[in-house]
C-alpha cells in the first residue's frame, strides 16, 4: 500500500473512534462498541510494531482522540466527611467505558513512545488546556486510570520542557487545593508519591 493511502487510512481510523459510545445504556450499541475496540487495537498494534508511522498530522489527531474518549465530566468525589462514610469499604466507580478507554491511553502512551516521536512538532498541539484537561483526570475514582495517567504525565514531563514549570506549579495549586480547602481529589496520592519526579 503506498504511503499516502495509509497515512489517510491511518488518519480515518482515528477519527472513527472519536465517536464514543455510552456504556451505562441499558441496551448499549454492542457491534459499535465491538468495531470501535477492534479498531483501536489495530491503531495500537500499527504503532507499535511498525517504523515512522507518524507524520505531523498524527499528532492533532491523537490528540482529539483522547480528548473525545478520555475528557468528561467526573462523578462527583465521595464526601469524606459524612458518617456513613468508610473508606475501607467503599469500591471506587470503575469508569464503564474502560475497555475503550484503556486502549485510547495505550495508543497514546506509545504515540508518546515512538522513536520518531518529534516534541517539537508535537508541542504545537500538546499545550497547556490540553495538559491540564490530562491533570483533572487524575480526580477519577477508577485506579486503573489514574495508573495510566500517571504514567502519560510523566512522559509528557519529560519530553516537552516547556510544559515543566507548568505542570509542577498545577500539581502544587492541587495540594494546596487539598490542604487547605479541603477539597477532595482522588488523584493526591499519586501526585504525592511521585512529586520528586517532577523536580
Known sequence: TPVGERNDLFLKKLQQCCIVFD?????????????????????????????????????????????????????????????????????????????????????????????????????????QKFVLQIMNLFNSEDPRERDLLKTMLYRIYAKFLGLRAFIRKNINFIFLRYIFENEPFNGVAEFFRDSREYN
Open 23 to 127: 456504556f451505562t445504556l441499558p441496551n448499549p450499541d454492542n457491534k459499535g462498541i465491538e468495531q470501535k475496540r477492534a479498531t483501536l487495537n489495530e491503531l495500537l498494534d500499527y504503532v507499535s510494531n511498525n517504523n515512522g508511522v507518524i507524520f505531523e498530522q498524527i499528532y492533532p489527531e491523537s490528540i482529539k482522540l483522547l480528548q473525545a474518549n478520555a475528557v468528561r465530566c467526573l462523578p462527583p468525589t465521595l464526601d469524606e466527611d459524612k458518617e456513613d462514610f468508610d473508606n475501607d469499604e467503599e469500591e471506587p466507580n470503575y469508569e464503564p467505558s474502560w475497555p475503550h478507554l484503556q486502549l485510547v491511553y495505550e495508543y497514546f502512551l506509545r504515540i508518546l513512545e515512538c522513536p520518531d516521536f518529534q516534541p517539537s512538532v508535537c508541542k504545537k498541539y500538546c499545550d
